[in-house]
């Protein structure tokens, strides 16, 4: 079992930034790969970025490339989602996942844990 919890969100005005992060714990050894979901009000839960945990590779949706910035800290366990240039689209609550086996990165069914969520509030 992993365990996963998010922290670092807020409201923030659009054009300002915020940094997520989230730590696991429990079988940490397992993890494949770490990921960030967002879901807004009445909308699907869609994928914001991922990144391998040991090659560190990143994947990152068109909506935020060139804005966003997925990294890991291996020794503490935290994946973190730099976020910049915030727009009001961006609002949603945003969930860490984390998956145990080589797969996917796109979709919810390729993880195998999540954390509870974080809201991110962006005012225009």
């Known amino acids: 079992q992993v365990q996963l919890v998010e922290s670092g969100g807020g409201l923030v005005q659009a054009g300002g930034s915020l940094r997520l992060s989230c730590v696991a714990s429990?079988?940490?050894?397992?993890?494949?790969?770490m990921g960030w979901f967002r879901q807004a009000p009445g909308k699907e839960r869609e994928f914001v970025a991922a990144?391998?945990?040991?090659?560190?590779?990143?994947y990152y949706s068109d909506s935020v490339k060139g804005r966003f910035t997925i990294s890991r800290d291996n020794a503490k366990n935290t994946v973190y989602l730099q976020m910049n240039s915030l727009k009001p689209e961006d609002t949603a609550v945003y969930y860490c996942?984390?998956?145990?086996?080589?797969?996917?990165?796109?979709?919810?069914?390729?993880?195998?844990?999540w954390g509870q969520g974080t809201q991110v509030t962006v005012a225009s």
């Open positions: 996942a984390a998956a145990v086996l080589r797969r996917g990165v796109l979709f919810r069914h390729e993880y195998d844990y």
């Open positions: 990144i391998r945990w040991s090659g560190g590779y990143t």
């Open positions: 429990g079988r940490t050894d397992s993890m494949y790969t």
